[in-house]
């Protein structure tokens, strides 16, 4: 008798978890590559991590997503790839045989990917990141680890010190660009910096629905040869965005960072390309349901 083959599943583990977009962007990729696979939110405390995971392992799922607050937690219930152990947070567990649950951070690539699709390398240039939390870090490591010079400036000084302390040390580890300049800093001493930025990445939660009037950089600071990047993808135009679009400035917005960790996610667990464009009109569709764009 011929045995049945199981469809794959994959998840994403969070508390809490009802807002996530990942099942509506993997499904649709899922859907559109005619794979066998299906992806569900689960609602998992910090508490209930581990056994979560091993869970997951032992009923043969396809692959994890983590976000908030599991991200950091997850470190001792992986083995963390090199990046991921840098940044000290893991937003991708991937299932092998041998290794059994392996940690990725994909955060790093996804604004990467999303500064690339908009023509920017960050390779040489002069970046500013404003905030020193979770996405700061996957940021600030992986532009330094692309040769970006990197200025992290945060609202709690003590915090930009010492990721911009984590990173040169992360930095020394590899072979990577040793010839880049890490700096840190409060809030109050980024103009500055302003100055000879050549990309400004909001990396806050200020602008974020509803506080939608908000932005971490007054409009003097920016400059129209400036690429100005926010992260936060709620509303699609946040206030930075516009100020930067009013004076001629490249903005690009959090929602193609937001696609491409996801993109990055696939390729780990499956090693198929994903359809990009099928991810960002399920997303784009989603937040319109949702009445957010
Ligand atoms: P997090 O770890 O909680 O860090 C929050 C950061 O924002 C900290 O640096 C904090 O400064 C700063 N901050 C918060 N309120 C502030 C205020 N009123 N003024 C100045 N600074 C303030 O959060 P996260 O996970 O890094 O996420 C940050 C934002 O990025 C969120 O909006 C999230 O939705 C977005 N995000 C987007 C993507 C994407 O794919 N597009 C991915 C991840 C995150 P202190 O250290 O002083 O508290």
């Known amino acids: 008798m011929?045995?049945?083959?199981?469809?794959?599943?994959?998840?994403?583990?969070?508390?809490?978890?009802?807002?996530?977009?990942?099942?509506?962007?993997?499904?649709?990729?899922?859907h559109a590559l005619g794979m066998d696979c299906t992806y569900h939110a689960f609602r998992v405390s910090r508490k209930n991590l581990n056994i979560a995971i091993l869970g997951a392992q032992a009923m043969g799922f396809g692959g994890l997503?983590?976000?908030?607050?599991?991200?950091e937690e997850a470190l001792s219930s992986v083995s963390p790839k090199p990046m991921a152990a840098s940044i000290g947070a893991v937003n991708t567990v991937s299932f092998d045989a041998e290794k059994g649950p392996v940690g990725?951070?994909?955060?790093?690539i996804g604004a990467k990917m999303a500064l690339l699709d908009a023509g920017v390398d960050v390779a040489k240039k002069n970046v500013v990141i404003i905030g020193a939390g979770g996405a700061a870090r996957a940021i600030?490591?992986?532009?330094?680890?692309?040769?970006a010079n990197v200025h992290i400036a945060n609202r709690t000084q003590a915090r930009a010190v010492a990721l911009a302390d984590d990173v040169?040390?992360?930095?020394?580890?590899?072979?990577?660009?040793?010839?880049?300049?890490?700096?840190?800093?409060?809030?109050?001493?980024?103009?500055?910096f302003m100055e000879t930025c050549d990309i400004l990445v909001n990396s806050t939660s200020v602008g974020m629905h509803p506080n939608t009037d908000e932005t971490p950089?007054?409009?003097?600071?920016l400059r129209s040869?400036?690429?100005?990047?926010?992260?936060?993808y709620n509303p699609?135009?946040?206030?930075?965005l516009l100020d930067g679009a009013a004076i001629r400035a490249t903005t690009v917005g959090g929602l193609m960072m937001l696609i491409h960790q996801g993109a990055e996610a696939f390729r780990i667990w499956t090693g198929v390309e994903p359809p990009v464009d099928v991810m960002v009109e399920a997303v784009e569709t989603e937040l319109q349901r949702r009445s957010l764009l």
Do not use: E, W
Not at 4 to 29: C, E, R, W, Y
Not at 140 to 147: L, N, P, R, V
Not at 174 to 186: F, L, N, R, W
Not at 217 to 221: E, G, L
């Open 225 to 232: 040869d400036m690429v100005i990047f926010d992260i936060v």
């Open 104 to 108: 990725n951070n994909t955060d790093g």
């Open 2 to 30: 011929q045995q049945q083959s199981l469809t794959k599943i994959f998840a994403v583990f969070g508390d809490p978890i009802g807002h996530s977009l990942s099942p509506v962007m993997h499904n649709a990729a899922f």
């Open 217 to 221: 950089v007054p409009a003097q600071f």
């Open 140 to 147: 600030a490591f992986q532009f330094a680890h692309d040769g």
């Open 236 to 240: 699609r135009q946040t206030r930075l």
């Open 65 to 71: 997503n983590l976000t908030i607050p599991l991200k």
């Open 168 to 192: 040169i040390v992360g930095l020394a580890d590899t072979t990577s660009q040793s010839t880049v300049t890490i700096t840190a800093g409060g809030l109050d001493d980024m103009q500055k």
